[in-house]
């Protein structure tokens, strides 16, 4: 009576253990599947754009975001270069639909000032630039209207020596959530 009763829980103890060796390997696999499909998700994006305003209207530069995806940007730097005694302010606009009714309008666009920090006059050609960390969604749809992202740069006066500022966007993109 007692062997048997020995025996049973030796048998126990080994299907536990059995089962602990099938199941690790299961949960592991999972596990690896998971984190590449997340990975799988996000692609890697950086995009420069460029604007030469000659006077204190905006000049813009326009990205197409690829259809169907958000770009997220958790990066930006930027570099304005204007004729000695000018300066240049710069920002950038993006759409995402905030209020989620599936229609893009004046409450999903959002602005983004960019802080330049003039760096000093070299040969007659003043150079300021920014580099932030941010997070900035654009998404490239709202509903049944495509959107980008709007860069807009201006001078404080108008020049006919010319004058160029540069943004550079870095992040990933991702799938539009699924309404
Ligand atoms: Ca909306």
Same mark, same amino acid.
């Given at each position: 009576m007692k062997d048997q009763l020995v025996k049973s829980m030796r048998r126990a103890a080994a299907a536990v253990v059995l089962a602990a060796l099938v199941a690790s390997p299961l949960r592991a696999t999972e596990t690896d599947a998971a984190e590449h499909s997340d990975k799988a998700e996000r692609t890697p994006f950086q995009a420069r754009l460029i604007v030469a305003p000659t006077a204190n209207g905006f000049q813009s530069a326009y990205l197409a975001i690829p259809a169907g995806k958000r770009l997220v940007i958790e990066n930006v730097s930027a570099i304005a270069r204007v004729p000695e005694g000018l300066k240049m302010e710069m920002n950038f606009f993006t759409y995402m639909d905030? #209020? =989620? #009714? =599936?229609v893009g309008g004046i409450e999903d666009i959002v602005f983004h000032r960019i802080a330049l920090v003039e760096q000093g006059t070299f040969d007659g050609v003043t150079i300021a630039s920014a580099n932030h960390k941010v997070l900035v969604f654009a998404d490239s749809r709202i509903g049944e209207t495509g959107y980008g992202l709007t860069f807009q740069g201006r001078l404080n006066a108008s020049t006919t020596s010319g004058s160029q500022g540069q943004l550079t966007v870095s992040g990933y993109l991702e799938d539009l959530p699924v309404r």
């Open positions: 905030n #209020d =989620g #009714d =599936g």
